[in-house]
């Protein structure tokens, strides 16, 4: 069982804020994204080169309240608009979900017109770590978000997993993750993502 990183995400107390920071920090126009059935979100997203994207996300203050815990932990989301999760995909997220401690979540049905997707979200809407630890999707057919957006020239060199016991976290991905960019580093919890823009490096947190 193999686990690959897919996409990092931005939050904001409004999509507008989540995208003001992202465009701010990279110098570059995010695309159009969608709203989401089930947690009640929308999006806005930014193709990244080796096949990543990023996406800023809110609460959609249009939509119905949803009935259960929003994923990335929204309902609790307050201050600045800022990176806080990584997402990685798997061929099978049950046999991930078996193969790692519980509190990574349950499988949820999602689409959003031909995406089809099943996402691991805990009852709580918190994963594990203080959020730090991957969120889980599982893609559903050969409809991906990357093939519809505009490649930016803008490529992830670093993503720095922050938490007091990073390395425990890091022990629990190591047989299931390989990739040498992301890094697990003891300090208070949070997410910090360097970007090579235009050949020049930028951090986004």
């Given at each position: 069982?193999r ?30 994204g ?16 080796d ?8 609460i ?56 089809r ?8 809407g ?35 997993v ?21 890094r ?19 951090v986004?947190?």
């Amino acid at each position: 069982m193999r686990i690959e990183l897919d996409h990092i995400a931005v939050a904001g107390e409004s999509l507008g804020a989540a995208t003001a920071h992202v465009q701010d920090a990279l110098g570059v126009e995010m695309q159009q994204g969608g709203e989401h059935a089930v947690f009640h979100t929308h999006n806005r997203l930014l193709g990244m080169q080796d096949g990543l994207y990023l996406e800023a996300i809110a609460i959609n203050p249009e939509a119905a309240i949803p009935d259960r815990a929003r994923w990335f932990d929204l309902d609790r989301f307050t201050g600045p608009a800022r990176l806080t999760n990584w997402i990685c995909r798997c061929d099978d997220l049950d046999a991930a979900l078996a193969a790692l401690p519980a509190g990574f979540g349950a499988p949820v049905q999602l689409q959003r017109g031909d995406l089809r997707w099943r996402m691991a979200v805990p009852e709580t809407g918190v994963l594990p770590f203080d959020n730090c630890a991957p969120a889980l999707i599982e893609w559903q057919g050969d409809a991906h978000p990357a093939q519809r957006l505009l490649t930016a020239d803008c490529r992830l060199t670093a993503l720095q997993v922050h938490h007091p016991e990073a390395m425990t976290l890091a022990a629990l991905l190591a047989p299931f993750l390989h990739d040498n960019r992301v890094r697990f580093v003891e300090a208070d919890a949070g997410l910090r993502a360097e970007v090579e823009v235009g050949g020049a490096k930028v951090v986004l947190q």
